[in-house]
Each structure stands twice: as structure tokens, then as C-alpha cells.
Nanobody
Framework: QVQLVESGGGLVQAGGSLRLACAAS????????MGWFRQAPGKERDFVAA????????YYTDSVRGRFTISRDNTKNTVSLQMNDLKPEDTAVYYC???????????????????WGQGTQVTVSS
């Protein structure tokens, strides 16, 4: 069983940057698919980015590709999300997720992920 704790959220102006971190305990992040999702008020939880458990391929939703970068540090057992050129529409609670059995075709659907952090708020002002 893996436990996840996010950090790094906050308030930033449009065009600014934030770096979210997800610290994992209990199991190595290298054995899990690791992802970031976000949920704005009144909306569903949406896929942002993920690393599949095998290989280093990163997957992004179209709206963040080129602005966000997901990375994994196996020595620190963390996963990070570097967010640049932030926009007001990026405002949401960001959740870290992990799953050891996910298949690639299910990566973008939050219902298939087993483990979640508590979330961290990101607010981008215009």
C-alpha cells in the first residue's frame, strides 16, 4: 500500500510557475504508474499528466502540454509536476495518484486509479 502527500500549491499570477511535489511512502514510486489530476469547483476530476509504471513516457492532457512537466525521482520516492505559464483556467485542487496495475488505455480516467493524496490547491489570478 502506498501513501501519497502533495505539497507546493499556492496562489500565483497568470504567467507564473509552481512546482507540485508528491511524496510517496510504503512502496517505491518506480513500481507504480504515477499521475496528477485536478478538480475545479463543480467540475469532474480531470486528467493532467502521468508516467506509466514501465518506461519513462509522459502523458499529458492537451491543455497543459508544453507548459507542464511530470517527473519521477526514484531516489527521493517523489513525483513532481512543474507548471509554467499558468493560466486562470488551471485553478483547481491538484491530486497525486498512484496505481500498480493500471493499463495504458485507462491512464486518463480517474476511476481506474487506486491511491490518492489529499490534494493541494492551486489558484491562478488574472
Amino acid at each position: 500500500q502506498v501513501q501519497l502527500v502533495e505539497s507546493g500549491g499556492g496562489l500565483v499570477q497568470a504567467g507564473g510557475s509552481l512546482r507540485l511535489a508528491c511524496a510517496a511512502s510504503g512502496r517505491p514510486v518506480g513500481t507504480y504508474s504515477m499521475g496528477w489530476f485536478r478538480q475545479a469547483p463543480g467540475k469532474e476530476r480531470d486528467f493532467v499528466a502521468a508516467l506509466f509504471r514501465s518506461g519513462n513516457n509522459a502523458y499529458y492532457t492537451d491543455s497543459v502540454r508544453g507548459r507542464f512537466t511530470i517527473s519521477r525521482d526514484n531516489t527521493k520516492n517523489t513525483v513532481s509536476l512543474q507548471m509554467n505559464d499558468l493560466k486562470p483556467e488551471d485553478t483547481a485542487v491538484y491530486y497525486c495518484a498512484a496505481d500498480s496495475r493500471l493499463i495504458l488505455s485507462s491512464l486518463r480516467n480517474w476511476i481506474h486509479w487506486d491511491h490518492w493524496g489529499q490534494g493541494t490547491q492551486v489558484t491562478v489570478s488574472s
